[in-house]
Protein backbone atom coordinates (compact mmCIF):
# COMPACT_ATOMS: atom_id res chain seq x y z
CA UNK A 1 0.00 0.00 0.00
CA UNK A 2 1.00 3.25 -0.95
CA UNK A 3 -0.34 5.84 1.24
CA UNK A 4 -1.02 9.79 -0.22
CA UNK A 5 1.00 11.04 3.18
CA UNK A 6 2.78 9.41 6.23
CA UNK A 7 5.43 10.46 8.65
CA UNK A 8 9.65 10.18 8.12
CA UNK A 9 10.77 8.97 11.52
CA UNK A 10 14.64 8.77 11.91
CA UNK A 11 16.68 6.67 14.78
CA UNK A 12 17.48 9.77 15.99
CA UNK A 13 13.74 11.10 16.46
CA UNK A 14 13.10 7.34 18.13
CA UNK A 15 15.84 8.22 20.69
CA UNK A 16 15.28 11.76 21.41
CA UNK A 17 11.55 10.57 22.31
CA UNK A 18 13.45 7.84 24.48
CA UNK A 19 15.38 10.41 26.04
CA UNK A 20 12.27 12.43 27.38
CA UNK A 21 11.00 9.01 29.27
CA UNK A 22 14.33 8.41 30.59
CA UNK A 23 13.96 12.17 31.89
CA UNK A 24 12.66 14.00 35.09
CA UNK A 25 9.62 15.63 33.02
CA UNK A 26 7.39 13.93 30.55
CA UNK A 27 5.00 17.45 30.73
CA UNK A 28 6.00 20.75 31.24
CA UNK A 29 9.84 20.48 30.67
CA UNK A 30 12.38 22.14 28.56
CA UNK A 31 11.66 20.38 25.45
CA UNK A 32 8.34 22.74 24.70
CA UNK A 33 10.48 25.66 24.84
CA UNK A 34 13.16 24.16 23.00
CA UNK A 35 10.41 23.21 19.94
CA UNK A 36 9.02 26.66 20.17
CA UNK A 37 12.73 28.68 19.91
CA UNK A 38 13.63 26.21 16.57
CA UNK A 39 10.11 26.96 15.17
CA UNK A 40 10.08 30.81 16.32
CA UNK A 41 14.14 30.93 14.65
CA UNK A 42 13.38 28.89 11.55
CA UNK A 43 10.44 31.17 10.59
CA UNK A 44 11.39 34.59 11.74
CA UNK A 45 9.07 35.31 14.35
CA UNK A 46 9.62 36.44 18.12
CA UNK A 47 7.15 33.91 19.53
CA UNK A 48 6.40 30.84 19.02
CA UNK A 49 3.72 28.64 21.37
CA UNK A 50 2.69 24.81 21.04
CA UNK A 51 -0.16 23.37 21.78
CA UNK A 52 -1.27 19.69 21.47
CA UNK A 53 -2.87 20.36 17.77
CA UNK A 54 -3.77 22.69 15.12
CA UNK A 55 -8.07 22.89 16.02
CA UNK A 56 -6.39 23.49 19.82
CA UNK A 57 -4.16 26.51 18.01
CA UNK A 58 -7.11 27.74 15.78
CA UNK A 59 -9.26 28.09 18.52
CA UNK A 60 -7.27 29.83 21.61
CA UNK A 61 -5.92 32.25 17.90
CA UNK A 62 -9.32 33.24 17.67
CA UNK A 63 -10.24 33.95 21.53
CA UNK A 64 -6.43 36.18 21.62
CA UNK A 65 -7.98 37.96 19.10
CA UNK A 66 -11.66 38.63 21.22
CA UNK A 67 -13.98 36.78 18.11
CA UNK A 68 -16.92 36.34 20.08
CA UNK A 69 -20.80 36.13 20.04
CA UNK A 70 -22.12 38.76 17.15
CA UNK A 71 -18.66 38.45 15.09
CA UNK A 72 -18.18 37.09 11.77
CA UNK A 73 -15.32 34.68 11.22
CA UNK A 74 -14.26 34.06 6.77
CA UNK A 75 -12.28 31.48 5.89
CA UNK A 76 -11.96 29.44 2.63
CA UNK A 77 -14.67 26.53 1.93
CA UNK A 78 -11.41 24.29 0.49
CA UNK A 79 -10.24 23.41 3.83
CA UNK A 80 -10.44 20.78 6.28
CA UNK A 81 -13.25 21.61 8.62
CA UNK A 82 -11.27 22.91 11.81
CA UNK A 83 -10.33 26.09 9.50
CA UNK A 84 -14.18 26.83 10.26
CA UNK A 85 -15.40 25.08 13.24
CA UNK A 86 -13.03 27.78 15.35
CA UNK A 87 -15.43 30.33 15.12
CA UNK A 88 -17.92 28.16 16.30
CA UNK A 89 -16.11 27.11 19.66
CA UNK A 90 -16.63 30.88 20.35
CA UNK A 91 -20.04 31.67 19.66
CA UNK A 92 -19.29 33.38 16.56
CA UNK A 93 -19.95 32.92 12.60
CA UNK A 94 -19.14 31.90 9.92
CA UNK A 95 -19.09 32.94 6.16
CA UNK A 96 -16.69 31.49 2.73
CA UNK A 97 -14.85 33.51 0.29
CA UNK A 98 -14.65 31.48 -2.92
CA UNK A 99 -11.26 30.36 -3.85
CA UNK A 100 -8.82 31.28 -7.28
CA UNK A 101 -9.00 28.44 -9.34
CA UNK A 102 -5.21 28.16 -10.42
CA UNK A 103 -4.06 27.84 -6.43
CA UNK A 104 -7.15 26.94 -4.66
CA UNK A 105 -6.13 29.23 -2.27
CA UNK A 106 -8.88 32.07 -0.84
CA UNK A 107 -9.16 34.73 -3.75
CA UNK A 108 -8.44 38.23 -3.12
CA UNK A 109 -10.50 39.21 -5.67
CA UNK A 110 -13.38 37.05 -4.27
CA UNK A 111 -12.74 38.37 -1.03
CA UNK A 112 -12.30 42.35 -1.77
CA UNK A 113 -15.65 42.34 -3.78
CA UNK A 114 -17.38 40.38 -0.82
CA UNK A 115 -15.96 43.08 1.84
CA UNK A 116 -17.22 45.87 0.05
CA UNK A 117 -20.56 44.15 -0.10
CA UNK A 118 -20.40 42.94 3.46
CA UNK A 119 -19.31 46.78 4.82
CA UNK A 120 -22.94 48.12 3.26
CA UNK A 121 -24.62 45.51 4.81
CA UNK A 122 -22.80 46.17 8.33
CA UNK A 123 -21.55 42.40 8.65
CA UNK A 124 -18.14 42.88 8.53
CA UNK A 125 -16.17 39.97 9.90
CA UNK A 126 -14.05 40.56 12.51
CA UNK A 127 -11.29 37.93 11.53
CA UNK A 128 -10.33 36.14 8.36
CA UNK A 129 -8.60 32.88 7.89
CA UNK A 130 -6.70 32.71 4.99
CA UNK A 131 -5.47 28.78 4.45
CA UNK A 132 -2.50 27.78 2.74
CA UNK A 133 -3.44 25.23 0.92
CA UNK A 134 -1.12 22.09 -0.28
CA UNK A 135 1.44 24.37 1.35
CA UNK A 136 1.31 27.42 -0.89
CA UNK A 137 1.11 30.59 0.59
CA UNK A 138 -1.88 32.73 -0.16
CA UNK A 139 -1.20 36.04 -1.51
CA UNK A 140 -1.00 37.74 1.94
CA UNK A 141 0.19 41.40 1.14
CA UNK A 142 -3.32 41.64 -0.77
CA UNK A 143 -4.85 40.12 2.12
CA UNK A 144 -2.93 42.31 4.76
CA UNK A 145 -3.67 45.58 2.64
CA UNK A 146 -7.83 44.50 3.05
CA UNK A 147 -7.36 43.94 6.12
CA UNK A 148 -6.46 47.33 6.83
CA UNK A 149 -9.31 49.07 4.88
CA UNK A 150 -12.00 46.96 6.51
CA UNK A 151 -10.38 46.39 10.09
CA UNK A 152 -10.29 42.99 10.26
CA UNK A 153 -7.53 40.56 12.08
CA UNK A 154 -5.71 37.86 9.86
CA UNK A 155 -4.77 33.92 10.87
CA UNK A 156 -2.98 32.23 9.11
CA UNK A 157 -4.06 28.86 8.51
CA UNK A 158 -0.59 27.25 7.72
CA UNK A 159 -1.08 23.80 8.73
CA UNK A 160 -0.05 22.40 5.40
CA UNK A 161 2.96 24.69 5.32
CA UNK A 162 5.24 24.89 7.18
CA UNK A 163 9.35 24.99 5.49
CA UNK A 164 7.00 27.14 2.57
CA UNK A 165 8.12 30.36 1.66
CA UNK A 166 6.36 33.41 -0.12
CA UNK A 167 8.36 36.02 -1.81
CA UNK A 168 11.60 34.50 -0.22
CA UNK A 169 10.66 34.40 3.15
CA UNK A 170 9.58 31.71 5.30
CA UNK A 171 6.14 30.99 6.10
CA UNK A 172 5.27 31.75 9.70
CA UNK A 173 7.20 35.01 10.17
CA UNK A 174 3.66 36.93 10.54
CA UNK A 175 4.52 40.06 8.20
CA UNK A 176 1.18 40.23 6.83
CA UNK A 177 -1.02 38.35 9.91
CA UNK A 178 -1.68 38.56 13.26
CA UNK A 179 -1.18 34.81 13.99
CA UNK A 180 0.14 32.09 12.00
CA UNK A 181 -0.93 28.46 12.85
CA UNK A 182 1.30 25.27 12.24
CA UNK A 183 -0.35 21.45 12.35
CA UNK A 184 2.17 18.48 12.91
CA UNK A 185 -0.12 15.56 12.27
CA UNK A 186 1.45 12.73 10.42
CA UNK A 187 0.92 13.30 7.65
CA UNK A 188 2.18 17.03 7.50
CA UNK A 189 6.05 18.25 6.77
CA UNK A 190 7.01 17.38 9.90
CA UNK A 191 5.09 15.40 12.82
CA UNK A 192 5.14 15.32 16.92
CA UNK A 193 2.26 12.94 16.40
CA UNK A 194 0.08 15.31 17.15
CA UNK A 195 0.47 18.85 17.83
CA UNK A 196 0.33 22.27 16.88
CA UNK A 197 2.08 25.83 16.87
CA UNK A 198 0.88 29.48 17.03
CA UNK A 199 3.42 32.18 15.67
CA UNK A 200 2.51 35.87 16.45
CA UNK A 201 5.04 39.14 16.41
CA UNK A 202 2.43 40.59 18.85
CA UNK A 203 3.69 40.59 22.48
CA UNK A 204 0.26 40.84 24.07
CA UNK A 205 -1.53 38.28 21.75
CA UNK A 206 1.78 35.92 22.95
CA UNK A 207 0.93 36.39 26.58
CA UNK A 208 -2.77 35.36 26.09
CA UNK A 209 -2.21 32.44 24.12
CA UNK A 210 0.24 31.27 26.64
CA UNK A 211 -2.21 31.95 29.12
CA UNK A 212 -5.08 29.90 26.99
CA UNK A 213 -3.67 26.44 26.63
CA UNK A 214 -2.87 26.26 30.30
CA UNK A 215 -6.11 26.58 32.00
CA UNK A 216 -5.52 30.44 32.18
CA UNK A 217 -3.06 30.20 34.95
CA UNK A 218 -0.21 31.95 35.50
CA UNK A 219 2.95 32.10 37.94
CA UNK A 220 4.47 35.11 36.62
CA UNK A 221 5.78 37.11 39.99
CA UNK A 222 5.15 40.28 37.74
CA UNK A 223 1.35 39.38 36.75
CA UNK A 224 0.25 38.22 40.45
CA UNK A 225 -2.39 39.85 41.45
CA UNK A 226 -1.30 39.19 45.35
CA UNK A 227 1.84 39.16 46.23
CA UNK A 228 4.34 37.51 48.48
CA UNK A 229 2.15 34.34 48.41
CA UNK A 230 5.51 31.50 48.65
CA UNK A 231 6.45 29.40 45.67
CA UNK A 232 3.77 27.30 45.30
CA UNK A 233 1.54 30.45 44.13
CA UNK A 234 -0.53 30.41 41.20
CA UNK A 235 -3.43 32.72 39.74
CA UNK A 236 -6.18 31.57 37.11
CA UNK A 237 -6.62 35.24 35.85
CA UNK A 238 -9.25 34.13 32.98
CA UNK A 239 -10.72 30.89 31.47
CA UNK A 240 -8.45 28.54 29.57
CA UNK A 241 -7.84 25.30 28.83
CA UNK A 242 -5.29 22.37 28.77
CA UNK A 243 -3.79 22.60 25.33
CA UNK A 244 -0.57 21.72 26.29
CA UNK A 245 2.14 20.05 24.30
CA UNK A 246 3.67 17.08 25.97
CA UNK A 247 7.48 16.71 26.20
CA UNK A 248 7.54 13.82 23.94
CA UNK A 249 5.93 15.47 21.44
CA UNK A 250 8.00 18.47 21.46
CA UNK A 251 11.32 16.40 21.53
CA UNK A 252 9.92 14.52 18.50
CA UNK A 253 9.40 18.19 16.87
CA UNK A 254 13.22 19.13 18.02
CA UNK A 255 14.25 16.53 15.70
CA UNK A 256 12.30 16.86 13.09
CA UNK A 257 12.41 20.56 12.52
CA UNK A 258 16.59 19.70 11.87
CA UNK A 259 15.02 17.81 8.70
CA UNK A 260 12.44 20.28 8.11
CA UNK A 261 14.58 22.19 4.77
CA UNK A 262 15.19 18.20 3.63
CA UNK A 263 11.97 16.85 3.54
CA UNK A 264 10.78 19.96 1.66
CA UNK A 265 13.27 19.70 -0.71
CA UNK A 266 12.71 16.59 -1.19
CA UNK A 267 9.14 16.93 -1.53
CA UNK A 268 9.62 19.62 -4.59
CA UNK A 269 11.91 16.61 -6.50
CA UNK A 270 9.16 14.27 -6.20
CA UNK A 271 7.13 17.01 -7.67
CA UNK A 272 9.44 17.64 -10.63
CA UNK A 273 9.20 13.62 -11.83
CA UNK A 274 5.16 13.73 -11.26
CA UNK A 275 5.37 16.93 -13.40
CA UNK A 276 7.52 14.69 -15.96
CA UNK A 277 5.97 11.14 -15.92
CA UNK A 278 2.72 13.10 -15.80
CA UNK A 279 3.07 15.04 -18.85
CA UNK A 280 0.77 14.89 -21.98
CA UNK A 281 -2.29 12.86 -19.34
CA UNK A 282 -5.69 14.37 -19.39
CA UNK A 283 -4.64 15.87 -15.58
CA UNK A 284 -4.64 19.15 -14.76
CA UNK A 285 -1.69 19.75 -12.56
CA UNK A 286 -1.11 22.01 -9.64
CA UNK A 287 -0.50 25.16 -10.76
CA UNK A 288 2.39 27.38 -8.54
CA UNK A 289 2.81 31.10 -8.17
CA UNK A 290 6.15 32.29 -9.26
CA UNK A 291 6.38 34.26 -6.25
CA UNK A 292 5.81 30.78 -3.91
CA UNK A 293 7.91 27.90 -2.89
CA UNK A 294 4.90 25.60 -1.29
CA UNK A 295 6.03 23.36 1.00
CA UNK A 296 3.70 20.65 -1.08
CA UNK A 297 2.14 19.06 1.80
CA UNK A 298 -0.16 17.52 -1.02
CA UNK A 299 0.10 16.89 -4.45
CA UNK A 300 -3.20 17.81 -6.10
CA UNK A 301 -4.63 16.54 -9.72
CA UNK A 302 -7.48 17.04 -11.34
CA UNK A 303 -9.39 14.67 -13.21
CA UNK A 304 -9.14 17.34 -16.73
CA UNK A 305 -12.48 15.72 -18.25
CA UNK A 306 -13.82 15.98 -14.77
CA UNK A 307 -16.85 15.36 -13.27
CA UNK A 308 -17.54 13.56 -9.60
CA UNK A 309 -18.24 10.08 -11.91
CA UNK A 310 -14.68 10.31 -13.79
CA UNK A 311 -12.71 11.17 -10.77
CA UNK A 312 -14.40 8.55 -8.72
CA UNK A 313 -13.67 5.90 -11.75
CA UNK A 314 -10.02 7.07 -11.32
CA UNK A 315 -10.24 7.18 -7.68
CA UNK A 316 -11.13 3.64 -6.93
CA UNK A 317 -9.24 2.27 -10.05
CA UNK A 318 -5.86 3.77 -8.25
CA UNK A 319 -7.18 2.53 -4.77
CA UNK A 320 -7.85 -1.07 -6.66
CA UNK A 321 -4.04 -1.80 -7.17
CA UNK A 322 -2.70 -0.18 -3.72
CA UNK A 323 -2.21 3.40 -4.25
CA UNK A 324 -4.21 5.03 -1.21
CA UNK A 325 -5.48 8.22 -2.94
CA UNK A 326 -7.52 11.00 -1.12
CA UNK A 327 -9.48 13.91 -1.49
CA UNK A 328 -8.63 17.41 -0.50
CA UNK A 329 -11.21 18.58 0.41
CA UNK A 330 -15.07 18.11 0.71
CA UNK A 331 -16.11 22.13 0.15
CA UNK A 332 -16.46 22.62 4.51
CA UNK A 333 -20.16 24.64 3.42
CA UNK A 334 -21.43 21.16 2.13
CA UNK A 335 -20.75 19.24 5.92
CA UNK A 336 -24.52 18.28 6.79
CA UNK A 337 -23.68 20.89 10.29
CA UNK A 338 -23.02 23.79 7.69
CA UNK A 339 -25.85 22.64 5.68
CA UNK A 340 -28.26 22.98 8.62
CA UNK A 341 -26.90 27.03 8.81
CA UNK A 342 -28.32 27.63 5.55
CA UNK A 343 -25.06 27.03 3.15
CA UNK A 344 -26.33 25.02 -0.25
CA UNK A 345 -24.75 23.97 -3.32
CA UNK A 346 -23.91 26.69 -5.88
CA UNK A 347 -22.76 29.21 -3.11
CA UNK A 348 -18.99 29.07 -3.86
CA UNK A 349 -18.71 27.01 -7.56
CA UNK A 350 -15.11 27.83 -7.86
CA UNK A 351 -14.28 25.41 -4.61
CA UNK A 352 -17.40 23.02 -5.57
CA UNK A 353 -16.01 23.04 -9.16
CA UNK A 354 -12.27 22.01 -7.64
CA UNK A 355 -13.77 19.62 -5.11
CA UNK A 356 -15.77 17.29 -8.16
CA UNK A 357 -12.44 16.37 -9.50
CA UNK A 358 -9.73 17.06 -7.50
CA UNK A 359 -7.61 13.59 -6.48
CA UNK A 360 -4.23 13.61 -3.96
CA UNK A 361 -1.51 11.25 -5.20
CA UNK A 362 1.15 9.97 -2.95
CA UNK A 363 3.65 12.69 -1.75
CA UNK A 364 6.05 12.73 1.10
CA UNK A 365 9.74 12.50 2.17
CA UNK A 366 9.65 9.02 2.54
CA UNK A 367 8.15 8.39 -1.03
CA UNK A 368 10.85 6.18 -2.81
CA UNK A 369 11.48 7.15 -6.78
CA UNK A 370 10.39 3.30 -7.37
CA UNK A 371 6.89 3.74 -6.07
CA UNK A 372 6.25 7.11 -7.58
CA UNK A 373 7.01 5.33 -10.57
CA UNK A 374 4.56 2.88 -9.67
CA UNK A 375 1.76 5.52 -9.21
CA UNK A 376 2.99 7.27 -12.41
CA UNK A 377 2.59 3.61 -14.52
CA UNK A 378 -0.79 3.15 -13.16
CA UNK A 379 -2.12 6.49 -13.77
CA UNK A 380 -1.04 6.41 -17.37
CA UNK A 381 -2.58 2.74 -17.57
CA UNK A 382 -6.22 3.88 -16.52
CA UNK A 383 -6.12 7.35 -18.40
CA UNK A 384 -4.60 6.69 -21.89
Known sequence: MIPYGRQTISDADIESVVQVLRSDFLTQGPQVPAFEEAVSRH?????????????????????????????????????????????????????????????????????????????????????????????????????????????????????HAIGGRWRGSYIGGCQHSD???????????????????LTTRDDRIAQRLEDLRSHGITRDAARL?????????????????????????????????????????R?????????????????????????????????????????????????DALRSVGILVNVHYIPIHLQPHYSSMGFKEGDFPTAESYYDSAISLPLYAGLTESDQDYVIARLKEFLQ
Not at 110 to 136: C, D
Not at 188 to 194: F, Y
Not at 240 to 261: C, H, K, P, W
Open 43 to 159: VGAPHAVAVNSATSALHIACLALDLGPGDWLWTSPNSFVASANCALYCDAQVDFVDIDPRTYNICPQALSKKLFEAKKAGRLPKVVVSVHFAGQSCDMEAIAVLAREYGFKVIEDAS
Open 225 to 265: QRQDQGAWYYEQQSIGFNYRMTELQAALGVSQMIELDRFVA
Open 267 to 315: RHELVVRYEQGLAGLPLVKPWQHPDSYSAFHLYVVQVANGGPHNRRVLF
Open 179 to 197: ITVFSFHPVKIITTAEGGL
